[in-house]
């Protein structure tokens, strides 16, 4: 019997047949995914084949979206499979998403062809100062070529266009804990009624409120109401983007702007790092390209180093 997993809490997975029926399954012995050493071998949006309440077989994925685990091993951590889309929720304050870590998913989503959609939270809760500096990342990453929308999962602004790329779609919700991930799924499917959690004022971080991930069907919004146009997939708040499985060389192809640039340099291995002749670091002084997405850049390249992680003898 084949099916599509659209729950996994850890040890069990939610498996929908293609019969329309919902089974809970576990995973036999130690299943592992060829080539891939990954702390969850099967994940949310994963296509299978069961049989008596167990996982036997993953059909082939379209693409996926996966980090290092955090544990800082050489084992991925897969968060979602067979996704149209992503949507990276954000915040530039309350809690404040780091640049790097936009970056890192960007390169992350670009490596294995996944489209992201930046998704700004919170607006309602920001001064004209702070709104200005939302527009300034906003066009940052216009201008390279990702759609940015800023919305407030507390009032309803923007949601309309979040709706409208949602439909007929796959879309993964993802970001670091506390930007409202749950508050927005809460507008964007009413009656799913997530747990949310307020922000701690100690820290200024979020709190996780979600502990598993999980397809949610985003129904129709035609005038029947009848029926899905899609799912949502909802994810735990993470709090690092470890990049998993990518090779210095190819790390560039994953920066749009830089890889732009970079077919100018005068050497083909050019790391951009301080070869003569860089297109790059030339389009870096001329601001052609921003500093904060050159040292994620920099920051990934750094992963590579196999010694960074090791104790010294």
């Known amino acids: 019997m084949k099916g599509l997993v659209i729950k996994n809490t850890g040890s069990w997975y939610t498996v929908l047949t ?21 702390t969850n071998p099967v994940a949310v949006g994963d296509r299978v084949v069961i049989d008596a309440s167990f996982i036997t077989t993953i059909e082939d994925r379209r693409n996926y979206i996966i ?44 490596a294995y062809r996944v489209p992201v959609v930046l998704v700004f939270n919170k607006r309602d809760l920001f001064d004209d100062d702070v709104l200005h500096y939302q527009e ?24 309309e266009r979040l709706h409208d790329l949602m439909r007929g779609k796959i879309t993964l919700l993802s970001g670091n804990s506390g930007v409202g991930k749950s508050t927005l799924i809460n507008r964007l499917l009413p009656g799913v009624n997530l747990r ?7 820290h ?15 129904p129709n919004d035609d005038e029947s109401g009848a029926g ?7 994810t735990p708040g993470i709090k690092g983007f470890g990049t998993f499985d990518m090779e210095p060389e190819e790390l560039t192809s994953y920066f749009r702007e830089i890889f732009h640039f970079s ?3 005068r050497f083909s291995n050019c790391t951009h790092t301080h070869e003569p002749g860089c297109a790059v670091l030339k389009a870096l002084e001329e601001h052609y390209i921003a500093a904060s997405r050159y040292q994620s850049y920099l920051s990934m390249l750094e992963d590579k180093d196999e010694n960074k992680y090791r104790d010294p003898y």
């Open 263 to 265: 077919k100018d340099c």
């Open 136 to 159: 300034m990342m906003m066009t940052l990453y216009e201008n390279i070529g990702y759609e940015c929308v800023s919305v407030s999962a507390k009032t309803g602004y923007g949601i």
């Open 196 to 202: 949310t959690a307020e922000i701690s004022d100690a």
């Open 18 to 38: 293609d019969e329309g029926t919902t089974v809970d399954c576990k995973i036999k012995g130690n299943f592992r995914l060829k080539g891939i050493r990954s």
């Open 228 to 234: 899905q146009c899609g799912w949502l997939i909802d």
């Open 67 to 110: 980090r290092k685990s955090s544990n800082l091993s050489k084992q991925s951590h897969i968060i979602a499979a067979n996704v149209d889309q992503a949507f990276l929720v954000v915040t530039v304050e309350l809690p404040q998403t780091s640049t790097t870590f936009i970056d890192r998913f960007l390169a992350s989503a670009e």
């Open 204 to 218: 200024n971080m979020g709190m996780h409120t979600t502990t598993f991930s999980e397809m949610l069907p985003v």
